[in-house]
């Protein structure tokens, strides 16, 4: 029972400068709830006969499962982490970097009042995608746009506002899912429309799709598979394709072109990938893109397209709920400026057009920095980096990175680490030690990443 009387106080936790320290940004409730839970689990620990030591040892001994358990608590906030994955549009670490100069206007119109909705012609109300619709017409040559908060909300709103109580025909080939278990047939079926699949998982022909088109077919729609290609013997018809076989009977495609390329590629040494441009040229009645793909922006779904079909949607009472916010607006509007420019000043561009003898180069230079450090090694090796986002899904990068190895540190371990770095980095397992892949790593993070290694001794 003495033992028992040895247990600190709540308020003796809460005045120690290391909870003060180490709780920081985390709600009072939170802190209070974290303290009593390591007090009444010691407590049940000395009655269960766990030898408990002084008062002082005894507070030491829980203060440090507190500061634990509140480090784990802030662990899951939102920081920057250095991708070392070789994935340039990497889905789960942000998807496509900003540019410095779309950052800086979100910033700047998140920190003053903006003229979202209100024209400073007249003086009353405005739409405010008025300005962005017209910038994105002009870029592709559409004759509508419209601006979601992402491209399964874009394809929502286009099959609820025209295809709601009908059928849309789908290649099986192209009933995909895509991150976190969202699959595009139940969003399009969200929108009270009926699927129709057609072909097979391999191959689908024109005729597949004639002989669907029942007197209720609103739609054909057309998938990009984004995170998969299907190789051998395969078969699929080209949007511009149904395009005619769906002017023809009445109705209209709906591409989604997922990742939204708005460049030629092959500039980039890179194959073809179909752009928005040419959809429209083929005369697809509504497109939709990511925004933060390859685009190169933040997270936004765009639908491009006819009027006559876009205006239903602008109408619909559905578009309140998926409507962009004024930060992603000013940062679209930024990075699509960009895409007047001969050469856009995109970061997902630039890290895509690196050259090889260029990778390997700025390897070395992080190898050389990171040679000075007692305790592991690290050599230049060549890698394989990936564009990632949907965007030529089959297609690899040349890289380099630096491959790392710890003396005393297993693989798995070394990883763990140095994803608990102050700045975090996400690296990847490969035989013989962990990589780092240049590719994505700007390079004054260089130091950081030395920094983190250093803190490893």
Do not use: W
């Not at 180490?22 to 009655?47: F, K, Q, Y």
């Not at 939709?288 to 922006?297: A, E, F, H, V």
Request: with cysteine.
């Amino acid at each position: 029972m003495n033992e028992i009387s040895n247990l600190p106080k709540i308020d003796e936790f809460l005045n120690d400068s290391r909870l003060i320290t180490s709780s920081s940004g985390v709600p009072p409730r939170r802190v209070i709830t974290i303290i009593r839970e390591h007090v009444d689990n010691m407590r049940m620990a000395i009655l269960h006969g766990k030898p408990s030591g002084t008062r002082g040892e005894l507070f030491d001994s829980i203060m440090d499962d507190i500061v634990s358990s509140l480090s784990e608590y802030t662990s899951e906030r939102l920081t920057t982490v250095i991708n070392a994955t070789g994935i340039i549009v990497h889905t789960n670490l942000g998807r496509a970097a900003l540019s410095k100069k779309s950052a800086a206007r979100a910033l700047e119109l998140a920190s003053e009042y903006n003229n979202l909705e209100f024209s400073l012609k007249t003086g009353f109300r405005r739409n405010r995608l008025v300005y962005i619709e017209q910038l994105l017409c002009d870029l592709t040559g559409a004759e509508a746009a419209l601006i979601v908060n992402n491209n399964a909300a874009a394809v929502l709103l286009a099959a609820t506002s025209l295809c709601a109580g009908k059928e849309i025909i789908l290649s099986r080939g192209e009933i995909v899912e895509i991150g976190d278990s969202f699959r595009i047939a139940d969003i399009i079926t969200l929108s009270g429309c009926r699927i129709k699949e057609v072909g097979t998982t391999n191959r689908t022909h024109l005729s597949d799709y004639e002989r669907a088109i029942p007197p209720d077919t609103a739609a054909i729609a057309k998938i990009h598979t984004s995170n998969y290609k299907v190789m051998g013997f395969t078969a699929e018809v080209p949007a511009c394709d149904l395009q005619k076989l769906s002017y023809e009977h009445g109705i209209f495609v709906l591409e989604d072109m997922g990742s939204g390329v708005m460049v030629d590629l092959r500039s980039y040494m890179l194959p073809y990938e179909r752009t928005v441009a040419d959809a429209i040229a083929d005369g697809v009645g509504i497109v939709t893109i990511s925004g933060d793909k390859m685009l190169g922006g933040p997270q936004a779904g765009i639908i491009l397209g006819r009027e006559k079909y876009l205006s239903p949607m602008k109408k619909s009472q559905l578009l309140r709920c998926l409507r962009i916010d004024k930060l992603s607006l000013a940062a679209l509007e930024a990075t699509l400026h960009e895409y007047t420019k001969k050469t856009p000043d995109l970061p997902v561009l630039k890290l895509i057009g690196q050259q090889p003898d260029i990778l390997k180069t700025r390897a070395e230079l992080l190898q050389t920095m990171l040679s000075f450090i007692d305790g592991f090694t690290f050599s230049v090796e060549p890698h394989t980096a990936q564009i990632g986002g949907g965007a030529l899904p089959e297609k690899t990068l040349p890289s380099f990175g630096v491959l790392c190895k710890s003396l005393r540190l297993s693989d798995n371990k070394l990883e763990l680490m140095l994803k608990s770095a102050n700045t975090p980095i996400v690296a990847t397992l490969q035989p013989g030690g962990v990589m780092l892949d240049v590719i994505a790593i700007p390079d004054d993070r260089f130091a950081d990443i030395v920094s983190a290694f250093g803190h490893l001794l």
